[in-house]
């Protein structure tokens, strides 16, 4: 899948927009593949795949697309 970064925390967590879907997605950085916390920037594209958890979907494996 892909999406967009919508907002990042100083906790090391953010959510992604995702075109067709109702809510964001949230995703924590320990779930960042090929790029760094620190790297990223609202409004970068990024792909990711989702996943399951007891709080609700999530992202995960998520890379930046250059």
Partial sequence: MEGT???LTDKG????TVEGEDKDLFFHS???EGVKYEELKVGDKVSFEKAD???GPNAVKVNRIQ
């Fill in 13 to 16: 967590f953010g959510f992604i």
């Fill in 30 to 32: 320990n779930e960042l």
């Fill in 53 to 55: 958890s007891p709080k």
């Fill in 5 to 7: 970064i919508k907002n």
